[in-house]
């Protein structure tokens, strides 16, 4: 069984495209609500050289949202959605995949190699 879970895979280097680490280019798109400070910690936690960030704040949370964007002035990897890219959320409601889709349309005039699409909770 040991054999099976520690198994890795890659395909023959001459069967792809491979690129560097360094060439890596993370997006995280993150869904906020009620907390810029979880927020906050949440994209210290994983920020690193290569990496930008695309949050949505729930229309709901203004102050939210008021404080995400002071602490997103300062630094020029992390954008925060404002109208019409912000929409009122509905836990397990469309409107999550709504706002998702807002991410990923905002998403799209940044370079990048990989999506990650993360939920800021407290």
Request: aromatic share 10%; glycine share 4%; net charge negative.
């Amino acid at each position: 069984m040991g054999i099976v879970q520690n198994r890795t895979y890659q395909p023959p280097r001459n069967e792809s495209e491979y690129i560097s680490s360094h060439e890596v280019v993370l997006c995280y798109g993150i869904l906020a609500h009620d907390s810029a400070p979880a927020t906050i910690r949440l994209i210290e936690a994983v920020d690193e050289p290569t990496t930008v960030f695309v949050v949505h704040v729930d229309a709901k949370y203004e102050e939210t949202h008021q404080a995400l964007k002071e602490y997103a002035a300062t630094r020029p990897k992390i954008k925060v959605l404002d109208h019409p890219y912000r929409v009122r959320v509905n836990w397990g409601g469309f409107s999550m995949v709504n706002a998702t889709m807002q991410l990923f349309h905002f998403a799209d005039q940044l370079d990048f190699t990989h999506f990650v699409h993360i939920a800021a909770t407290a």
